[in-house]
């Protein structure tokens, strides 16, 4: 490179380096808000209801009661953020979360559905959902005893509720020997 090209290239370098500078100042000062924005309020959390969710309990015959029992000794003392609450019926049998209160019934009727329904198989749970202004509905169809676990409107996706009582039901209550076209992939 020559001299002359060696001092232009310097040149250039001292007045584009400020002057990129200057444009970053500027942008930060144009762009940046006039006060600060206020720190988040940190707050308490909610209170949650602790009063017992109102279920039925069906009579069961003693295989539905021993595998109830099972299953209900394996949920989770909290889903989420809500924390398990009392029942008014059938402590051995039924489970509620939260306000509005997600239950779970242990020993309910099985569903009858036209067979051109669909199921969701939910972590290798088949379930058939019923949508109703209230809540949402989803009841095994793959299991010896039937489960039903009911979801508020006040919770989004239902389903995602319902899921993490997969585990604690494929460990506790066996699976169907037939179970429904569309279950496959049930454990």
């Known amino acids: 490179m020559d001299r002359s090209t060696r001092q232009a290239a310097l040149l250039a370098t001292a007045v584009a380096v400020p002057l990129a500078v200057l444009v970053v100042l500027l942008s930060f000062w144009r762009f940046s808000p006039d006060e600060p924005k206020a ?5 308490a959390p909610a209170p949650q ?31 989420r953020d809500r924390a398990q609450r009392p029942v008014t019926a059938g402590t051995e049998q039924n489970a509620a979360y939260g306000d509005p ?4 019934a242990c020993g309910v009727p099985a569903p009858t559905f036209p ?21 949402t509905v989803l009841t095994t169809v793959d299991r010896e005893v039937t489960i039903q676990v009911t979801v508020p409107k006040a919770y989004e996706a239902a389903g995602q509720w319902a899921i993490v009582f997969s585990n604690p039901i494929i460990e506790t209550v066996p699976k169907l020997a037939t179970p429904p076209a569309g279950c496959a992939g049930s454990a």
Do not use: F, G, N, Y
Not at 101 to 104: G, P, S
């Open 49 to 79: 209801a602790t009063s017992p969710v109102t279920m039925t309990a069906p009579a069961l015959t003693p295989r539905a009661t021993t595998l109830c029992r099972a299953l209900l000794s394996q949920l989770p003392q909290a889903l």
């Open 101 to 104: 209160a997600i239950t779970l």
């Open 39 to 43: 720190a988040p309020a940190t707050s």
């Open 115 to 135: 067979q051109t329904d669909l199921v969701s198989l939910l972590d290798k749970v088949c379930w058939h959902d019923v949508v109703t202004p209230e809540a």
